[in-house]
């Protein structure tokens, strides 16, 4: 008997040293400033918030989105599984940008939601999530090839408009380009004026069909924001599928400073993009992100490598680093939309802790003294067990990495009735066998068992209740499933062996005769 209770006792402080080690991580965290944490490695820092007790989005702030995939341009074919493409590139994208505990699930047939905790810069993170992301390499058209095209739809406009008239005004389109260093120009206040030109149904009858107007980003040429306009191939001589790594950087042939994402193409496609950079020298070829040309650099030499880069121009880092994450995740299958945004401030967040920790103290504190008058002594262990009960659930949480939420709060209040529940059972049968005349010994070893198979079935089902809950639940469901199933294993092994082990080494070694119960 006694070596057995010392292996109980060397397995118990084991657990519970290993309580206290997870938990010093949350603790240290919790206790050291902004100025503290800024100071730390970024890796460093990582590994420590890894460690943590993770807070949901109702508890840390953060937002909450739903999406939904618009499959309207899609074919019967691309509709198939495009939510769950969708899905796993989101998943991606959020995985990069450095999201800890993240939710993101398929809701229907095509919804997603998204929960991001601790984001506080949300324009960002809706842009990064929502991009489709279509990156394509055309070619461009020669500048001689786009005057006479624009000259053309120009003196149709000037036709249409002004009939035979002789206003001076007889150039509606070309009036508002300019044409400096080789490219056709316009300036911002006149752009919505040429792109409705240009989007005319009958305008669009003039251009080949093989060939597209597209815009690139807005410069800065002589100290004005100025759009460049070219006319390109309609379609891509590669896509987005030939990219293998793409990583911002600093640094451009034209700007020391400037921002620039490098691509490195797949070995499938270096070879195909050898074969067009060679044969067209001296051309250029855009590199359209989303219908948007983001730079049209001429082509000097032949690119065997398969590297190429993208220049942003005045873009900050941060926005090349978001352009390199979309472009490694992949782009959607189909737009996507928001059709529910919601966001909780970290000041809410930390009012829904305060106000969580308070009902659990303050029922945990009736409870306690409940029992310390009912049950004396032996409240006194069913009291140590519960706040045993309450490490081991936020060990666990930290050490597995589960997210801890404001339900999973209120399953941690129903795991302190449910702990008192267990040894109210014991104790009461404990009551019992002393009444008939039993030792010390002998009642706590009869009680203890005719109490088992009650506690473990009222365990056992609230425990699968538990994980059905957590296995067909979504977001708050399952923050209370979480709490309420580790709360049920820690309540059943400090109710059973735990308090058992205190009765018994107060048998054994303690030799008592009789026990406030």
């Not at 943590?52 to 939904?68: N, R, V, Y």
């Not at 406009?157 to 001076?168: N, V």
Request: charged fraction near 25%; glycine fraction near 8%; charge should be positive.
């Amino acid at each position: 008997m006694k070596k057995t209770l010392r292996w109980k006792f060397i397995f118990f402080l084991i657990v519970f040293l290993a309580a206290l080690w997870q938990l010093s991580y949350t603790f240290r965290y919790s206790r050291m400033t902004k100025e503290e944490l800024a100071n730390l490695e970024p890796q460093q820092r990582k590994s420590l918030e890894d460690k943590t007790i993770h807070l949901g989005l109702d508890l840390k702030g953060g937002m909450h989105l739903i999406l939904e995939v618009d499959k309207t341009k899609l074919t019967d074919e691309e509709k198939k599984g495009a939510t769950d493409r969708a899905l796993e590139i989101i998943r991606n994208r959020i995985d990069q940008f450095g999201v800890s505990e993240p939710t993101i699930e398929k809701q229907g047939t095509d919804r997603i939601l998204i929960q991001l905790p601790g984001v506080v810069d949300r324009k960002r993170a809706k842009e990064l999530i929502g991009k489709t992301a279509l990156l394509e390499f055309r070619l461009v058209e020669d500048a001689e090839a786009e005057q006479n095209l624009l000259t053309k739809i120009d003196e149709y406009l000037g036709k249409t408009e002004y009939g035979d008239s002789s206003i001076l005004e007889s150039n509606p389109l070309l009036s508002n380009i300019e044409f400096i260093r080789g490219d056709f120009l316009v300036l911002s206040e006149f752009k919505k004026t040429v792109d409705d030109y240009l989007k005319r149904d009958d305008v669009k009858k003039m251009i080949p069909r093989d060939r597209t107007f597209l815009w690139e980003k807005a410069k800065e040429i002589e100290g004005r924001k100025m759009f460049p306009l070219f006319l390109i191939h309609s379609e891509p001589v590669l896509t987005g599928a030939a990219i293998l790594t793409a990583d911002a950087g600093i640094g451009t042939p034209n700007n020391p400073m400037g921002v620039k994402v490098d691509l490195t193409m797949t070995r499938k496609a270096r070879a195909k993009w050898s074969a067009i950079t060679g044969a067209n020298v001296g051309k250029r070829i855009a590199i359209v992100l989303d219908e948007i040309i983001q730079s049209a650099p001429v082509v000097r030499e032949r690119i065997p490598s398969g590297r190429s880069e993208i220049t942003l121009g005045d873009a900050s880092m941060d926005e090349a680093k978001d352009l390199s994450v979309v472009l490694k995740a992949g782009a959607l299958p189909a737009p996507v939309r928001v059709i529910e945004e919601r966001s909780v401030g970290p000041s809410l967040g930390t009012d829904s802790i305060r106000k969580g920790v308070r009902s659990i103290l303050l029922g945990g504190a009736i409870i306690i003294i409940f029992m310390l008058i009912y049950y004396g002594l032996s409240g006194f262990v069913a009291n140590f067990a519960l706040c045993l009960n309450l490490l081991f659930i936020l060990a666990v949480l930290s050490a597995f990495r589960f997210t801890l939420t404001l339900p999973g709060l209120a399953g941690i209040v129903l795991t302190i009735g449910a702990a008192i529940d267990a040894n109210v059972l014991i104790f009461e049968r404990i009551r019992e066998e002393l009444r008939t005349g039993k030792t010390v010994g002998s009642a706590i070893d009869t009680g203890y068992k005719k109490a088992f198979v009650t506690i473990l079935d009222a365990n056992l089902t609230t425990f699968i209740t538990a994980a059905i809950l957590y296995f067909f639940g979504t977001g708050p469901i399952k923050g209370f499933a979480v709490t309420l199933g580790i709360g049920i294993l820690a309540n059943f092994f400090t109710a059973i062996f735990v308090t058992r082990m205190i009765f018994d080494f107060a048998v054994t070694f303690l030799r008592i005769k009789r026990i406030s119960i």
